[in-house]
C-alpha cells in the first residue's frame, strides 16, 4: 500500500470490546414451558454445557454459534448475566454478527435476523474474536494526489478473496 501512494492514517479493530465470548454447540432445543416463541437450548460451550432460553428462530440443534457467558461484554456496552426468562433460567446468551460490534457487510452469510452460524465446526470453549474479529480491520488511508486509484481497489480486492 505504501508503494502504491497511500498512508494508513488510524487503524480500528472491530469488536475488540467483545470479551468472555466463545464458540458453543446446541446439543438439545425444547419448547418453553410458558411462552410460544421462545425456545430452552443446552449448549456445550467446552468446560460445560449450559442453558440458554432465546426467542432465536434460525437456529438447529448441531449448530456452532458465538455464546456470550455471563460476564461477557458485548458490543455498545451490552453486559451479559444469568437470568430467568418467562421463569426459565438462562446462563448467557446467543450472538448475532451485530450484537459482537460487527457488520453483515463483512460477513455475507450471517443471517438477516437471527444468530450467526459457523460455517464450520470450530473448536469447542474457543474465543470467538479468533474468528470473527481478526477479519475486520478498518483503515483509514490517505491518498496522495498522484495515486492511481485502481492501485489501491486492486489490493483492498485481493485482500477481500484471501481465506
Same mark, same amino acid.
Given at each position: 500500500?505504501?508503494? !502504491?501512494?497511500?498512508? @494508513?492514517? #488510524?487503524?480500528?479493530?472491530? =469488536?475488540? /470490546?467483545?470479551?468472555?465470548? %466463545?464458540? $458453543? ?9 410458558? !411462552?410460544?416463541?421462545? @425456545?430452552? #437450548?443446552?449448549?456445550?460451550? =467446552?468446560? /460445560?454445557?449450559?442453558?440458554? %432460553?432465546? $426467542? ?20 455498545? =456496552? ?67 494526489p498522484i495515486v492511481q486509484i485502481h492501485l489501491v481497489l486492486s489490493v ?8
Amino acid at each position: 500500500m505504501t508503494m !502504491a501512494g497511500t498512508k @494508513v492514517e #488510524t487503524y480500528e479493530e472491530l =469488536g475488540k /470490546e467483545i470479551t468472555n465470548v %466463545v464458540v $458453543g454447540k446446541i446439543l438439545q432445543i425444547e419448547a418453553h414451558p410458558d !411462552a410460544d416463541k421462545l @425456545v430452552v #437450548t443446552k449448549v456445550d460451550v =467446552g468446560s /460445560e454445557v449450559i442453558q440458554i %432460553v432465546t $426467542g432465536a428462530n434460525n437456529i438447529s440443534e448441531g449448530d456452532y454459534i458465538p455464546v456470550a457467558l455471563p460476564g461477557a461484554e458485548l458490543a455498545q =456496552g451490552l453486559k451479559i448475566k444469568k437470568g430467568k426468562l418467562r421463569g426459565v433460567e438462562s446462563n448467557g446468551m446467543m450472538c448475532s454478527v451485530e450484537e459482537l460490534g460487527l457488520s453483515r457487510e463483512d460477513f455475507a452469510e450471517a443471517p438477516e435476523h437471527g444468530i450467526y452460524l459457523f460455517d464450520e465446526p470450530k473448536e469447542l470453549g474457543s474465543d470467538v474474536n479468533l474468528f470473527l474479529v481478526w477479519e475486520t480491520l478498518l483503515l483509514n488511508m490517505r491518498l496522495r494526489p498522484i495515486v492511481q486509484i485502481h492501485l489501491v481497489l486492486s489490493v483492498l480486492l485481493v485482500k477481500r478473496q484471501l481465506p
